[in-house]
């Protein structure tokens, strides 16, 4: 008798995990069950655990990919304004990219910043660093764009950086209800005028 062997795995990886990042970003973590991810994914929920080990783990890897393909292409030649404008910009293009019919689905980690309760703590924990990132990301853009036009009266890029990141939550949580694209820019450009 010849011994079993295990089936090779004969998928793309970072396909499977840009599929299941987009079952997140439309469903929420929450809303994202094995019954919607193996479909989008191409594998049964068995193929999910052996090769992620969980839905949580699954979930890190997706925000992770996420992360990066909305770093992606932001900086570069620009200056720190238009790399802030490019990133506003992005983040609302991404939202409204959806089949016509279907409300906006905003960003992947904000939505995911606001079901931090429900996540396990490592879950959690990346959640809060992408944040941080992000924060910080904001904040030297808005440091370094003073530096080129000082604006003594604003409040300080530490402070402009969190108000960008609430913005951003804005524009996210309003894409999601339906809001249209004016209503997403008004929100970037009232923001945007504070750097």
């Given at each position: 008798m010849l011994p079993l062997v295990a089936r090779?795995?004969?998928?793309d990886r970072g396909a499977v995990v840009a599929s299941a990042m987009q079952v997140f970003w439309r469903e929420g973590y929450q809303g994202a069950s094995l019954s919607s991810l193996g479909?989008?994914?191409?594998?049964?929920?068995?193929s999910i655990y052996a090769t992620f080990g969980s839905k949580e783990a699954l979930f890190r890897e997706a925000l992770s990919a996420y992360s990066a393909l909305v770093r992606e292409g932001v900086d570069g030649d620009h200056g720190p304004r238009a790399i802030l404008e490019r990133w506003f910009?992005?983040?609302?293009?991404?939202?409204?990219?959806?089949?016509?019919?279907?409300l906006g689905?905003?960003?992947?980690?904000?939505?995911?910043?606001?079901?931090?309760?429900?996540?396990?703590?490592?879950?959690a924990a990346q959640v809060r660093r992408e944040l941080d990132a992000l924060e910080a990301f904001l904040r030297r853009c808005v440091a370094a764009e003073r530096r080129r036009s000082p604006r003594p009266d604003a409040p300080g890029p530490a402070a402009t950086a969190r108000l960008l990141v609430a913005s951003l939550a804005g524009i996210s949580a309003?894409?999601?209800?339906?809001?249209?694209?004016?209503t997403l820019e008004d929100v970037a450009n009232a923001a945007l005028a504070l750097v």
């Amino acid at each position: 008798m010849l011994p079993l062997v295990a089936r090779p795995k004969s998928f793309d990886r970072g396909a499977v995990v840009a599929s299941a990042m987009q079952v997140f970003w439309r469903e929420g973590y929450q809303g994202a069950s094995l019954s919607s991810l193996g479909p989008a994914m191409g594998l049964q929920p068995g193929s999910i655990y052996a090769t992620f080990g969980s839905k949580e783990a699954l979930f890190r890897e997706a925000l992770s990919a996420y992360s990066a393909l909305v770093r992606e292409g932001v900086d570069g030649d620009h200056g720190p304004r238009a790399i802030l404008e490019r990133w506003f910009a992005r983040l609302i293009d991404a939202a409204l990219d959806v089949p016509d019919g279907e409300l906006g689905r905003g960003c992947l980690l904000l939505a995911s910043a606001v079901e931090t309760p429900r996540l396990d703590p490592e879950s959690a924990a990346q959640v809060r660093r992408e944040l941080d990132a992000l924060e910080a990301f904001l904040r030297r853009c808005v440091a370094a764009e003073r530096r080129r036009s000082p604006r003594p009266d604003a409040p300080g890029p530490a402070a402009t950086a969190r108000l960008l990141v609430a913005s951003l939550a804005g524009i996210s949580a309003l894409s999601r209800a339906g809001a249209p694209r004016r209503t997403l820019e008004d929100v970037a450009n009232a923001a945007l005028a504070l750097v």
